[in-house]
């Protein structure tokens, strides 16, 4: 799949120590609070909040932590978080879309900034890479849900675009408006799914060698070690010897 670089999801997953669960904790619970306050706190009838109770349970988030954050939208005390998206290039001409919630607009756009240009890149302005990139659905099974054939039929049958497996799991596409139609009708025959979001896909590609790959990749974990910072996307492409070395 073009654009598409499992070597930094790799590399992303390798090695979760109880602080990385901790962080990715709150962000899930970040993102279920606010969809349960723009929306009904029943799951059952807001389909943001279902989906982010749904990547919380695949991130094995206790449910104590889910119910908390769902109560702590309907209370007084919780925070009004705005969603933003942050645009620009790393190292290399490598495009690079941060979607963020935060409290404090001022604070996230200094920080996300100062990573951008300490680490050989430049923050833009919002649409300056977005039209290189589509707003599609990503449904995520795990190798063990069955075959590349198995998946691929499924995938066809309920109405996905695209798939792309390898020793990690199977990546499933739909359009953004299909997500939910897909993934349930996906969830019929190859059980719950690792996670179902909507996601920045590219459409092509900037080739990027070991050494840009590196202040690249540097930048992309300091982007996600920001607690605003919910999710990063970018449209590298990497060979497999460079990205062995990295990892």
Known sequence: MAGHSHAKNIMHRKGKSDAIRS??????AREITVAAKMGQPD?????????????????????DNIERAVKKASGGDAENYDEIRYEGYGPGGVAVIVEALTDNRNRTASNVRSYFSKNGGALGETGSVGFMFDRVGEITYPASAGTEDKVMEAAIEAGADDVESDEDGHYIY?????????????????GEAESVKAIWKPQNSTPIDAEKGATLMKLINTLEEDD???????????SDEDAAKLA
């Open 23 to 28: 962080k990715i904790f709150s962000k899930l």
């Open 43 to 63: 799951p059952a009838f807001n389909p943001r909040l279902r989906l982010a109770i749904t990547n919380a349970r695949s991130q094995s988030m206790p449910k």
């Open 174 to 190: 739909t359009s953004f408006e299909s997500m939910a139609e897909v993934a349930s009708a996906l969830e019929a025959v190859l």
């Open 228 to 238: 605003d910072v919910q999710n990063v996307y970018s449209n590298f492409d990497m």
